[in-house]
C-alpha cells in the first residue's frame, strides 16, 4: 500500500520530519518525508496495518513543539518503489504561498540546559546552545521554509560536529536552523558606555568572561541592556533600591511597574505566592512575565519600587542559556524590562539603544546574531485557574487558528490592522487566522513604523497581498488612515475596506478564539472606543453575532472637560461627574487631594466649561469611572501609566477582602445602603437599553469615603469602598445577563484585566450556569482587537459572494 499524507500547522522548525523519519523507521515503512507551502508532504510505503499505526501515533503523540491542524491522505494511483526512508530538501515553487504556521521562539529545553553546565560537553556555558525542541524561531526567520538559508544564521558556516548533528535524524539537533557551538556561532560582546566604570576589552575575554564581567557590572549596581531573543532588556539588581531607583529616573517611568527575573522556581517563592496553575504557566515553555501576588513578607530584600502601590509582581523565569548564565553569576533577582521608549516597539539593534536609551544604560551585552522579527516578552495571569492573555509576544505568538473548511477564508487575503493601542495585526487566508504579536501604541513614527515592518514581514513569509481590509471605525487612528491609504492606492472597492465598531470587535475576538458565529451576551467593557453615536463607548452591554450586535446597557454619559486632557488629568473625570450632583461649593469642601491642588481658580474655570459644555467630549467608559474614584479615594492624583488606577482599586479591594470577617461587619450597613441605591437604572429616551447612572454611582461612593462620622479607619473604608465598586458592576452585568442565559457569555476589554473584577464576575455567572467563553490565548485588551476584525471579515465577505 501506498498513500501521500500532507499535514498542516506548525510542523517546520520542530523536529516534525526526523521525528516522522524514526516512526517510519521503527514501523519498516519505506517513503520520503519533506517541507513544502503546504506544510509537511509524507509519502508512505508498506503494509496497510503499519500505516495506521503510522497514522494513530502522529495524530495523537506529535513532537512537543509541533501542532497539528489537518491530516489529510491520498492513495497513490501509480506507485513508486521505495527500498528505504529518507528526508528530502524542502520544496516551495515559484508561484507557491507558504501555507504553514510559523513556530513562536521557545525556551530552553532541559537537555540543552544539561550540557551548558557540563565541564565536558562541547556546548559548556556556551549561551546560543539550542536544539530541534527548543531556541529562536520567528525572531530569527526571514522567509519560508523555514531551512537555515532563510535565517539570521545564514552568515554563520557550521564546524564538523555540528554539521555533523545537522544531518544526522536520529540526532536532536537535527535541522535545528540555530545549531552552533563555541567555534561556530554567535558571539557575545560588551561595550561599557558609563566612564566610571572599567573592563577589559572583549578581545581580551572568552565568552564566559563576558557574562562574568557583565554580571559584576550588575551587582555594582549597573544599568545594562542585554540582548535577548526578541529584542533587549533594561537590566540592574532588583534587590539594588539605588540601581532601580536610578532605572526610574532615567527612563522617566515613575511609578509604572518592573518585571523581574527570578533564577528558578525557588527564588519565585521567595518573592511572590502562587496556586499550581500559576507555578506552571510560569515555568512552561512560554516561560512568559506571569502577573502573581507578592508575598506579605520581604526575605530577599527586592526594592519597594518596582511595583508601587499594586499587590502584585511581574514574574518570569530564564528562557535562554545566556540568562541562565547569567543568573547564576548574578544570584539576585534582577529587573529584567522591555528596552524601549514609552509605548513603543522593544529595540532589537545595539545601535538604536544607544541612540534612544544612551542616556539610561550603562553598558550594552550584545551579539551578533541579528533579531529579524523583534518581539517582547508575553505578559499573562491566571483567572479562576484560566490562563489569560494580557501581551501576545514571545512564546505564544504569531498565534495561527486553522479554521474549518465550511469558515475558510478561501482565496481572498484578508488583513485587519487592529487598533491605535496595544497594536497587532492579523492575516486571514485559506484555513489559516493569524495574529501577529505584540506590536504597540502607534503614536509615534518609530511605532508607525514598526506597524509596517509587520506587515512586511507577514507578507513576505506568506507571499500574502491584502485584497480584502478591515479597520476600526475611528477614522483618526493610524491603522484606520493606514487602511484608506492602501484603499486608494491599490484602488480597491469600498466594498472590500470595512470598519467595524471597536467594542463589537473585542467581543468578535473571542468568538474567533473558540470559532463561534452564533450569538453571544456580550460585555466589552475598557478606557476609550469611538461609538456609532461619535460619542466614547467603553461599558457596552450586548447581543452580537458574526453580522452585527444589539446594545443591551451601558453606562449613561458623563463629561471629559477638556477632552483627552481629561485621561491625562483624571480630576477632571471626577469633577464632571459630582457636578451633576452636588454644587460647586460642595464640590470644594471635599477633602480630596487632587481637587484641593487644583484651587479653588482652576475647579470654577472647569465648572465653568462643564456649564457650558465648551471643550468637552461625552463618554460611557467604565475605565474613565475606574480613574475617578481612584481621585475621588485619594488613591491617586494623575495617571503616571495606563491602568494605574485600576491596578490600585484592585490591590485596595484584595486587601479589604483579606482583613478580619469581624472588622469587615463593622460598615456593613452603610454599604448595604449604598448598595440598594445602584440597582435603579432607567431606560434610555425611546429605547430598551438599559443605562446605569454614571454619576449618581460615582458620587455617592465618593461621599461615602468622606463622611465625617465614620467609626471606621479611612484606609479600611477605601478599601472597603473598592472593593463594593467592583461588586456593584459585576451586580448589574449579572442583572441583564439573568435574561439571556441562552446565549453564552464573552466579558472582554482590557477593563477585564482587573483579577478581582472579573473573578466576580465570573462567580455570578457560574452561579447562574451561565456558559462563559474564555479569551484563552487572545489578549483581552485591545492585542485582540484585529482577531475580531478578522473574524467578522471572513464571515462578511463570504456571505457577500453568497
Not at 155 to 179: G, I, W
Not at 468 to 494: G, M, R, T
Request: charged share 15%; aromatic share 6%; net charge negative.
Amino acid at each position: 500500500m501506498q498513500i501521500t499524507v500532507f499535514v498542516k500547522g506548525i510542523v517546520q522548525g520542530v523536529g516534525f520530519r526526523p521525528f516522522v523519519y524514526r516512526l517510519a523507521s521503527e514501523l519498516n515503512l519505506f517513503g520520503t518525508v519533506l517541507n513544502n507551502h503546504l506544510g509537511v508532504t509524507i509519502e508512505l510505503q508498506g503494509p496497510s496495518v503499519a500505516i495506521d499505526s503510522f497514522i494513530d501515533t502522529l495524530q495523537s503523540s506529535p513532537p512537543p513543539l509541533a501542532r497539528i491542524d489537518h491530516i489529510e491522505q491520498t492513495i497513490c494511483s501509480t506507485e513508486i518503489s521505495f527500498n528505504s526512508f529518507s528526508i528530502i530538501d524542502s520544496q516551495i515553487l515559484p508561484g507557491e504561498h507558504a501555507n504553514v504556521a510559523v513556530s513562536a521562539d521557545k525556551s530552553v529545553c532541559q537537555d540543552c540546559l544539561d550540557e551548558i553546565n557540563d565541564p565536558n560537553n562541547r556546548h559548556y556555558h556556551y549561551p546560543f546552545t539550542n536544539c530541534t525542541n527548543c531556541g529562536p524561531r520567528y525572531t530569527i526567520i526571514n522567509a519560508l521554509p523555514y531551512d537555515r538559508c532563510n535565517t539570521a544564521m545564514a552568515k554563520f558556516d557550521m564546524c564538523p560536529e555540528c554539521a555533523a548533528s545537522y544531518t544526522d535524524p536520529l540526532n536532536r539537533r537535527y535541522h535545528a536552523q540555530p545549531v552552533s557551538c563555541p567555534q561556530c556561532g554567535p558571539q557575545l560582546q560588551l561595550s561599557v558606555l558609563a566612564s566610571q566604570l572599567t573592563t577589559l576589552s572583549n578581545d581580551e575575554l572568552s565568552q564566559c568572561d563576558v557574562l562574568a564581567q557583565t554580571a559584576q557590572l550588575i551587582k555594582q549596581g549597573a544599568i545594562v541592556a542585554i540582548k535577548g531573543l526578541g529584542g533587549f532588556h533594561l537590566v540592574c539588581d532588583a534587590t539594588n533600591d539605588d540601581a532601580v531607583s536610578l532605572l526610574r529616573q532615567r527612563k522617566h517611568r515613575p511609578a509604572k511597574p518592573l518585571a523581574i527575573m527570578v533564577k528558578d522556581l525557588n527564588q519565585a517563592r521567595q518573592c511572590v505566592m502562587a496556586n499550581q496553575t500559576e507555578w506552571d504557566l510560569l515555568n512552561s515553555a512560554e516561560k512568559p512575565i506571569t502577573l502573581l501576588t507578592k508575598l506579605p513578607i520581604n526575605p530577599l530584600g527586592l526594592s519597594e519600587q518596582l511595583a508601587p502601590g499594586i499587590d502584585r509582581l511581574g514574574v518570569f523565569l530564564p528562557y535562554t542559556p545566556l540568562h541562565h548564565l547569567l543568573m547564576q553569576l548574578v544570584g539576585n533577582p534582577i529587573v529584567a524590562t522591555s528596552a524601549n521608549r514609552s509605548g513603543e516597539p522593544i529595540i532589537g539593534d545595539s545601535a538604536e539603544i544607544k541612540h534612544h536609551l544612551g542616556h539610561v544604560v550603562d553598558a550594552i551585552l550584545d551579539h551578533n546574531r541579528a533579531i529579524i522579527n523583534a518581539c517582547d516578552d508575553s505578559v499573562v495571569q491566571v483567572i479562576d485557574n484560566q490562563v489569560q492573555v494580557i501581551r501576545l509576544a514571545r512564546g505564544y505568538a504569531p498565534l495561527t487558528i486553522n479554521i474549518d473548511d465550511e469558515q475558510s477564508v478561501g482565496s481572498r487575503h484578508v488583513l485587519a490592522v487592529g487598533a491605535q493601542q496595544k497594536n497587532a495585526v492579523a492575516f486571514g487566508f485559506d484555513h489559516n487566522m493569524i495574529l501577529s504579536p505584540h506590536i504597540g501604541d502607534l503614536f509615534s513614527l518609530e511605532a508607525q513604523q514598526y506597524f509596517h515592518q509587520s506587515l512586511a514581514t507577514f507578507t513576505r513569509l506568506y507571499d500574502f497581498n491584502p485584497s480584502h481590509v478591515v479597520h476600526d471605525n475611528h477614522p483618526q487612528y493610524a491603522p484606520s488612515q493606514w487602511a484608506k491609504a492602501y484603499k486608494e492606492q491599490h484602488e480597491l472597492p469600498s466594498s472590500q475596506c470595512v470598519g467595524i465598531q471597536h467594542h463589537y470587535a473585542h467581543v468578535l475576538s473571542v468568538m474567533a478564539a473558540h470559532q463561534h458565529t452564533d450569538t453571544v451576551f456580550g460585555v466589552s467593557f475598557d478606557g476609550t472606543g469611538l461609538g456609532d453615536d461619535g460619542t466614547l463607548w467603553g461599558s457596552e452591554v450586548m447581543l452580537a453575532d458574526i453580522n452585527g450586535f444589539t446594545t443591551l446597557a451601558h453606562f449613561s454619559e458623563f463629561t471629559l472637560i477638556g477632552g483627552e486632557q481629561a485621561i491625562k488629568q483624571p480630576v477632571r473625570i471626577l469633577l464632571a461627574l459630582l457636578f451633576e450632583h452636588l454644587s460647586l461649593e460642595q464640590v470644594l469642601r471635599l477633602p480630596i487631594n487632587a481637587i484641593n491642588h487644583l484651587g479653588t481658580q482652576t475647579v470654577t474655570n472647569l465648572h465653568r466649561l462643564w456649564v457650558n459644555n465648551s471643550h468637552c467630549i461625552k463618554c460611557r467608559s467604565v475605565g474613565r469611572l475606574f480613574d475617578a474614584l481612584a481621585v475621588g479615594l485619594n488613591l491617586l492624583e494623575q495617571n503616571d501609566y495606563e491602568g494605574q488606577a485600576g491596578m490600585m482599586i484592585e490591590t485596595a479591594a484584595n486587601q479589604y477582602l483579606q482583613q478580619d470577617a469581624d472588622q469587615n461587619s463593622q460598615f456593613n450597613t452603610t454599604i448595604s445602603e449604598i448598595s440598594l441605591s445602584q440597582h435603579r437604572a432607567s431606560k434610555a429616551h425611546n429605547s430598551d437599553v438599559i443605562q446605569w447612572h454614571s454619576s449618581q454611582f460615582m458620587t455617592q461612593l465618593v461621599l461615602a469615603a468622606h463622611q465625617q462620622d465614620s467609626a471606621i479607619t479611612t484606609v479600611l473604608l477605601t478599601q472597603q469602598l473598592c472593593w463594593q465598586f467592583m461588586v456593584e458592576i459585576a451586580d448589574k452585568i449579572d442583572r441583564v445577563a439573568q435574561d439571556y442565559r441562552d446565549y453564552p457569555q464573552v466579558l472582554c476589554g482590557g477593563v477585564f484585566q482587573n483579577k478581582t473584577l472579573l473573578s466576580q464576575c465570573l462567580t455570578l455567572s457560574k452561579r447562574a450556569n451561565h456558559q462563559v467563553l474564555t479569551s484563552q490565548h487572545v489578549p483581552i485588551n485591545d492585542g485582540g482587537i484585529a482577531l475580531g476584525q478578522l473574524w467578522y471579515g471572513v464571515h462578511w465577505w463570504a456571505q457577500k459572494k453568497h
